[in-house]
């Protein structure tokens, strides 16, 4: 149609929008009514308003790449018929393999403006925290796995690494049937809008996001997961090794010295090729990874299979949404060992708090369910509020009476880093205190969290036997991936927590925990939630003996 339609203006030698009247009032016999439709729409709103129009319904880094003033609107429509590209990544790669110069009416510094466009393009992207990000992508890999022909299905992209923001989704999904895949993916309800759809490739707009699905061949379909996982410097550092031992390593998957494409049906076929394990998404950052796993010297990172249990939870007592009973059903339905139920101490800002007279009502109710559910060791605890003195919110008569105590910062602001540091060493060196929550109190994506020498912060907990948390709440994610590793680095403890204040997310938080405490090379053996309960138990009473 829309080749029709130009062909038609040129004949009438039509210039712009406004000359477009003629025609519209006059307009030759048999002309498709859809195009005189829309010769008439850009005539009455003017063809730039069609033109963001229709910009606005394309895969959001093309939209960027051409408002970049990279390329116009032809060039870029240029590149995708013949390359069929729609996100940065498939821009990078043709830039590198310098296709975009062998498309007609295009040439080398057409392409070279593309390059030199590629590395601000994502700071243009509107980004969202991991967790939202997250929830959206899982309902979609959660229907690709449910089709028939598609083996298998991932998240992509800052995404699979664990990033804090996300600026898009994009999904990888083996399939052998990909229209299957496809007519599925559009009947998700409420009618999602499509930016693109061809034989393996589908963009739609869920919740004001881009989602992008790209459908391999089972074949070859490791070579895509791994290219678009990244990181760039990750996978350049892979081509660079690649090219060392004669091979080429390319978007499209990796080539043997005589120009042959190996078959990538996994991720683990390539770097086994290249004589590497397979590196985990969330340290592919293009650090010292690659060196140590060509040394095999990589850390056996922290899995949901070695949690044995949640150690911070809210219910009704103070924030949550949930009564204990079903927070209790929810951890024995995650096959926890153990859980603990620790809410918030009178000075929270919480809109409910547990009170002097409560705690021994929570530890009643707690008793009978400990009774009813004996598969799981349930602990009496509480998340205390660190004074401004550095005191803590309830006497230690109080706290004696819970399992295990865990103490917090909430303060916005208001104390300088040192006053800060103090309040922090004084909970830490309080022998009922066995574990300090989300230390820098960072509010994802609105606040940063506290200005502290954390590497002070690090010394102190080991100096004091205190545990220091990977708090999975999405607003949280605290400690992030670079203070976890510099807190298994000077030797602390960690525990990984869901920080939940309702049962059904109780296993995206503890899940988001883990991709962040990976982020931060943290292994099992760092981690207190990993032991059992003996254990946990042993470290509570170990710090308490201080007294």
Request: hydrophobic share 45%; proline share 6%.
């Amino acid at each position: 149609m829309f080749v029709r339609a130009e062909a038609l203006v040129r004949a009438r030698h039509i210039d712009a929008d406004t000359d477009a009247g003629p025609l519209i009032d006059d307009p030759p016999p048999g002309l498709d009514p859809e195009i005189l439709k829309r010769l008439r729409q850009m005539y009455e709103a003017g063809g730039w308003v069609l033109v963001e129009s229709a910009l606005a319904d394309v895969p959001g880094d093309l939209r960027w790449l051409y408002e970049s003033g990279a390329v116009t609107i032809d060039q870029l429509a240029a590149i995708y018929r013949a390359l069929g590209s729609t996100s940065a990544a498939d821009l990078a790669a043709a830039v590198r393999e310098e296709k975009i110069r062998e498309i007609a009416g295009l040439d080398a510094a057409l392409e070279a403006a593309v390059g030199a466009a590629l590395p601000t393009l994502r700071t243009m992207t509107p980004r969202v925290p991991l967790g939202r990000a997250t929830a959206i992508a899982d309902a979609v890999v959660e229907r690709l796995r449910a089709v028939p022909g598609v083996e298998w299905a991932l998240p992509v992209g800052s995404l699979r690494r664990g990033h804090d923001m996300v600026g898009d989704i994009e999904i990888v999904a083996a399939a052998s049937q990909p229209a299957d895949a496809i007519a599925d993916l559009l009947t998700v309800p409420d009618a999602p809008r499509v930016l693109h759809q061809s034989e393996r490739r589908l963009y739609l707009r869920i919740e004001r996001m881009q989602v992008g699905v790209r459908l391999p061949d089972p074949a070859n379909a490791g070579a895509a997961l791994l290219y678009l996982t990244g990181s760039a410097a990750h996978f350049e550092a892979l081509r660079e090794r690649a090219a060392a031992s004669g091979s080429r390593l390319m978007a499209g998957g990796l080539h043997g010295s005589d120009g042959t494409l190996r078959p990538s049906p996994t991720e683990d076929a390539i770097y086994t090729a290249l004589g590497l394990p397979c590196i985990p998404p969330e340290i592919r950052e293009g650090g010292e990874e690659i060196a140590l796993a060509s040394r095999g010297e990589l850390p056996a990172l922290v899995a949901r299979a070695d949690i044995r249990g949640d150690l911070h939870m809210h219910s009704l007592w103070s924030d949550g949404r949930d009564p204990i009973d079903t927070m209790v059903q929810g951890c024995v339905a995650l096959g926890y060992e153990y859980m603990a139920i620790t809410d918030h101490s009178p000075s929270s800002a919480a809109i409910r708090n547990l009170t002097v007279d409560g705690v021994n009502k929570q530890a009643d109710e707690i008793a009978r369910l400990r009774d009813r559910y004996p598969a799981i060791a349930i602990l009496h605890g509480c998340e205390v509020d660190i004074l401004p003195d550095g005191r803590l919110d309830f006497a230690d008569r109080v706290l004696e009476r819970f399992d295990i105590v865990l103490a917090s910062l909430h303060d916005p602001a208001g104390h300088d880093p040192e006053q800060l540091m103090k309040r922090y060493t004084s909970a830490m060196e309080h022998p009922l205190v066995t574990l300090i929550t989300h230390p820098t109190n960072r509010l994802v994506p609105h606040r940063r969290g506290y200005d502290l020498d954390y590497d002070r912060l690090f010394e102190l907990a080991v100096e004091h036997r205190t545990v220091v948390e990977i708090d999975g709440a999405p607003s949280h994610l605290d400690l992030d991936g670079a203070l976890a590793r510099r807190a298994i680095a000077a030797g602390a403890t960690v525990a990984v927590s869901s920080d939940c204040h309702r049962a059904e997310m109780l296993a995206l938080q503890m899940r988001l925990g883990i991709v962040i405490a990976r982020r931060g090379w943290v292994e099992p053996r760092h981690v207190l939630n990993a032991r059992s309960l003996e254990e946990v138990r042993a470290v509570i009473a170990a710090k308490r003996g201080t007294r």
